[in-house]
T-cell receptor, first 110, second 118 residues
């Protein structure tokens, strides 16, 4: 089983729509969780950290479900500029590395 | 905003040649990383570096690869004898390792060095 798995998509949504997708992780010792955004041929950039109680940053909401070992990202009122690949990133407490999922592609159309 | 800088942005080399990719991590960060991304594929961990030594490395990071922090600011990745399959975007990243759990573990990436091996 892969360490971090994501639905690759693509999710094609109209402007203003809500889109949500999940990421599963295999190791229950994982402690830190993040969503990164990557635009084509650019570096990954932090979108938001994911906290145990769930957290919101503007139109973006992240949730963590430790029992089922997944995190989710919900984007409300999608904008054209939200078109990107969203990367799920997980770190185990005793590891140095952060592990990346393969990414979920979101395309917002006018 | 502090940033990670990488040079060169693009390097073209012949198979078998040595390549050195350079990075300047964020100045007060303690943990340094190299990741790579082959076109169309996922971001893959290569190596982490802490306290002047390799702290973790992946299976990809074989004897052809080495890292160095020659002074207080630069962090380099050397590929001794490049292969065609080394063609990829190489990202340097750093994190502070200090403060809150999530804050300490946030990776900041450089813009990447695109390596093309012919």
């Amino acid at each position: 089983r892969k360490e971090v798995e994501q639905d690759p998509g693509p999710f094609n949504v109209p402007e203003g729509a809500t889109v949500a997708f999940n990421c599963t992780y295999s190791n229950s010792a994982s402690q830190s969780f993040f969503w990164y955004r990557q635009d084509c041929r650019k570096e990954p950039k932090l979108l938001m950290s994911v906290y145990s109680s769930g957290n919101e940053d503007g139109r973006f909401t992240a949730q963590l479900n430790r029992a089922s070992q997944y995190i989710s990202l919900l984007i409300r009122d999608s904008k054209l500029s939200d078109s990107a690949t969203y990367l799920c990133v997980v770190k185990r407490d005793n590891d140095y590395k952060l592990s990346f999922g393969a990414g979920t592609t979101v395309t917002v159309r006018a | 905003e502090p940033e990670v800088t990488q040079t060169p942005s693009h390097q073209v080399t012949q198979m078998g040649q040595e390549v050195i990719l350079r990075c300047v991590p964020i100045s007060n960060h303690l943990y340094f990383y190299w990741y790579r991304q082959i076109l169309g594929q996922k971001v893959e961990f290569l190596v982490s570096f802490y306290n002047n030594e390799i702290s973790e490395k992946s299976e990809i990071f074989d004897d052809q690869f080495s890292v160095e922090r020659p002074d207080g600011s630069n962090f380099t990745l050397k590929i001794r004898s490049t292969k065609l399959e080394d063609s990829a975007m190489y990202f340097c990243a750093s994190r502070s390792g200090q403060g809150t759990l999530s804050g300490a573990n946030v990776l900041t990436f450089g813009a990447g060095s695109r390596l093309t091996v012919l």
